[in-house]
């Protein structure tokens, strides 16, 4: 595996790629790597015929700058474990060639960034939208690849591509998770051992409100998520949301969509876990 780390290098080594006709599929990620990112690089090597990811801890993105401070960073250990699943390019780039100047540009993903993620963490699908569309212009790939974890993201990801009419296709992924359920995230290593025993119970608890579909409704629901989330001293939630999944616009009755999913943050102490489940769609109702 080659690894660059400006935008020349970069350019040098995609050029010897496109000559030779191969298609590029591209895994952005802010590095501290898992399981959860190794299985889209895996998919990615599915489907193009090379694959090149990033790793760069975007500011831009970070609404708080503890958690920037916080964010777990090992390049080397993420290098090896990349070279592993057959990763043929790592750019690790550094603030200053992502940003040589400011980046001021404005987003508006209208209704996509007003709710969940968006209300919370004012401005950081605006930090994800400029570091992916700069990512993108970079590697300029035929797909790329992206956990449904972060399901908001993936949404707001899909109209930024629309909106600036690229040509990339985003490819959704599947949640990975622990043996004991957790969805796998970088930010699982800054649990202690006490909030790491208890965080499973938000993947438990989502799973487990699968059974009372749709017999309760949707604000019983979300009242015996919260409630039992909030049983565990270690968790507590900050919001839980009963969305369409296409507008991720909040749903009154469980006959408003054909698409509904339920999306959770819930903060460690001042770890932020963020987990989704579907309860409806066309494959798959209740």
Known sequence: ???????????????????????????????????????????AASQADVVVASVFVNPNQFNNADDLKRYPRDLSKDAAMLEAVKCELLFAPDVNEVYPEEDKRVFDFGSLETVMEGKYRPGHFNGVAQVVSRLFDMVKPDKAFFGLKDFQQLAVIQNLVQQLNLKVEIVPCAIIREDDGLAMSSRNALLTEEQRKNAPEIARTLFDSCNFVPELTIEALKKKVHDEINKSSELEVEYFEIVDGYTLQAVDNWTDSNYIVGCIAVFANKIRLIDNVTYKNKDHEY
Do not use: D, W
Not at 15 to 26: L, P, Q
């Open 1 to 43: 595996m080659k690894i660059v780390k400006t935008v020349a290098e970069l350019s040098g080594q995609l050029a010897s790629y496109r000559k030779e006709n191969r298609k590029i599929g591209f895994v952005p990620t802010m590095g501290a790597l898992h399981q959860g990112h190794l299985s889209l690089v895996k998919e």
